[in-house]
């Protein structure tokens, strides 16, 4: 009986964040729109698969608690690959929440201690700047976004300086991985792409353990 109430608590958070984010997927896209810096409006994924995976998850964890905090973090970076994928952007207001909602989780040390959120934050941050900064000087154009160095700066502040290297890493192998898929399916070796939905890929492997 109490696991069955505790399903309905998930459903009711689960379908309460899917609609919520889906309504901010909204305003944001018609933002963009406004800027002139999109066409028109993108429709958002689905969530409601998303709720699915909720529940699921809920199912087999013994910590409930768990397993919303972490579900939340990967809705976020799930919708934050989904939206750069299309259109080359991560909002500043998706980047800095998912940032402040990481180092306020870890006040509690959920996913790592406080010092070493605060220090991922920052080295997080500066390493991918001065990396921009320095392909800046030789190539005279930048090779990464702002929000790519936020969003590595979010995941620094959600795991902590030390699990910055391995996300690293699997962002870039992912990343490779899609590219040799690109190729071989399209021949396409000419189009860039955008970093951001690999670093969040990375991001939801390196939580996925935690559930």
């Not at 690959?81 to 959920?110: C, E, H, I, M």
């Not at 396409?188 to 970093?195: P, V």
Request: one cysteine or more.
């Amino acid at each position: 009986m109490q696991q069955v109430i505790m399903l309905l608590i998930l459903c009711l958070l689960a379908t309460a964040l899917a609609w919520g984010l889906s309504r901010e997927w909204h305003l944001v896209s018609q933002l963009f729109v406004d800027k002139g810096w999109l066409e028109q409006p993108i429709s958002p994924y689905p969530y409601w698969g998303l709720v699915v995976l909720f529940i699921l998850i809920g199912w087999w964890e013994s910590d409930a608690l768990s397993a919303v905090i972490s579900l939340i973090f990967a809705f976020g970076l799930y919708q934050l690959a989904y939206f750069d994928a299309k259109t080359g952007f991560l909002p500043d207001r998706w980047t800095q929440a998912l940032l402040w909602a990481a180092l306020l989780v870890n006040t509690q040390s959920w996913f790592t201690s406080a010092d070493q959120a605060i220090l991922g934050a920052v080295i997080g941050y500066g390493f991918l700047y001065l990396l921009n900064s320095l392909y800046m000087a030789l190539r005279h154009r930048p090779g990464l976004g702002g929000g790519d160095m936020k969003l590595l700066a979010a995941l620094g502040a959600l795991f902590g300086w030390i699990a910055l290297p391995y996300l690293l890493f699997i962002a870039s192998v992912l990343g490779l991985v899609f590219v040799v898929i690109r190729r071989f399916l399209t021949k396409d070796t000419g189009t860039s792409i955008a970093f951001g939905p690999f670093l969040a890929g990375a991001g939801i492997v390196w939580l996925w353990p935690l559930f």
